[in-house]
């Protein structure tokens, strides 16, 4: 495939029973197609739903609409979908997404205007959560883009964004060779991906700007702790070796246990998700050396429940404002009050 018939992006979308969801989000990229001046393929890997999703995307389909559709002919797990994604991505850049996200309007030609001007490995844009209306809930505020010849230095500007798969756009050409299939048995595939192609490529791109809206607490079924301590922490590990420093490693560490890991171990202090005493030990594990853990974290686990919910309010309260996501949880308090209220 030549440059000119080959994609400049493959948006990639991974689903399983979640037709509705998926609907929407098909419906918003095709709705911004028409602006576009390269050609982009649209794929659905869909890991054999249950529900109506197969009829929902042939609707499309009989629509002569851009889309490419997998239907795998048993549940393969999330991992091996994701993976499979990648895999089958025959564009330049691949965006894999989740089936609940939203890309915002107008997004789609601003990225397609970014990813054309320059050969990047990792393109990543930040992301806001919304609960009713994507739009009426979007943030607002200006851009500013960050361009980046030291990988690692990108890969901290990055931080706890590179756990959400919907804002990392992977550049398949510094990752020629790469089965995704070996990054499998983590949840956080796509974390593999981000990385191989930051260290390997001789720029990447950091978008200041909310361009994807997500579905807020519409994910589960896994620890969070095994998930996204241990399992993330041995990948990050592991490219110790592959060009990440040591310095990188600790400034990530200090980017979740501030700005990522408070409002996770406070809702499992509200909701009960997981033992508390098991995930407590893998952060301590992790994490025992840290000062951030014992500010930001530790007392979530170990003051008495309702002391517990103050303490971790506040820790990401300050987490936002030291991370530079204030602005989106203010949105996020004023939609919640203005449903309360009545507004």
């Not at 309007?105 to 806001?128: F, I, P």
């Not at 994490?287 to 853990?293: L, T």
Request: a neutral charge; one cysteine or more; aromatic letters at 14%.
């Amino acid at each position: 495939m030549n440059k000119h018939t080959r994609p400049l992006l493959t948006i990639a979308i991974p689903t399983w029973n979640r037709a509705d969801y998926l609907v929407k989000n098909i419906e918003q990229i095709i709705s911004q197609l028409g602006e576009l001046s390269y050609p982009i393929e649209i794929l659905v890997s869909d890991n054999y739903s249950s529900d109506d999703t197969k009829a929902r995307v042939e609707e499309f389909l009989n629509k002569g609409l851009p889309i490419r559709y997998i239907r795998n002919s048993e549940n393969i797990g999330p991992d091996l979908n994701i993976a499979q994604c990648f895999n089958q991505a025959a564009g330049q850049y691949v965006l894999i997404f989740g089936d609940d996200d939203l890309l915002i309007d107008g997004s789609l030609k601003h990225l397609e205007s970014l990813l054309a001007r320059k050969s990047y490995g990792v393109v990543s844009v930040r992301a806001y959560g919304y609960d009713f209306d994507f739009r009426a809930e979007y943030p607002g505020g200006s851009e500013k883009l960050y361009e980046f010849a030291n990988s690692n230095e990108f890969i901290v500007k990055v931080g706890k964004s590179s756990t959400l798969i919907s804002v990392n756009i992977i550049s398949k050409d510094y990752l020629q060779g790469i089965d995704a299939n070996d990054y499998c048995g983590t949840n956080l595939v796509h974390i593999d991906l981000i990385y191989s192609a930051a260290l390997k490529a001789p720029a990447n791109l950091y978008v200041d700007s909310y361009l994807v809206a997500y579905k807020r607490n519409n994910s589960g079924g896994y620890s969070f702790s095994d998930v996204f301590v241990d399992k993330f922490g041995a990948i990050v590990d592991k490219y110790l070796d592959s060009g990440l420093s040591v310095d990188t490693k600790h400034k990530l560490e200090s980017d979740m246990l501030i700005g990522y890991y408070p409002y996770y171990v406070l809702r499992l202090r509200l909701h009960g998700t997981e033992d508390l005493s098991i995930a407590y030990s893998r952060f301590n594990t992790r994490f025992s050396q840290h000062w951030a853990f014992y500010c930001f974290v530790a007392p979530i686990f170990k003051l008495p429940k309702g002391l517990a919910i103050t303490y971790g309010a506040i820790s990401v309260f300050i987490g936002r404002i030291l991370t530079g996501d204030l602005r989106r949880g203010c949105s996020f308090v004023w939609v919640r009050m203005g449903k309360i209220i009545g507004i």
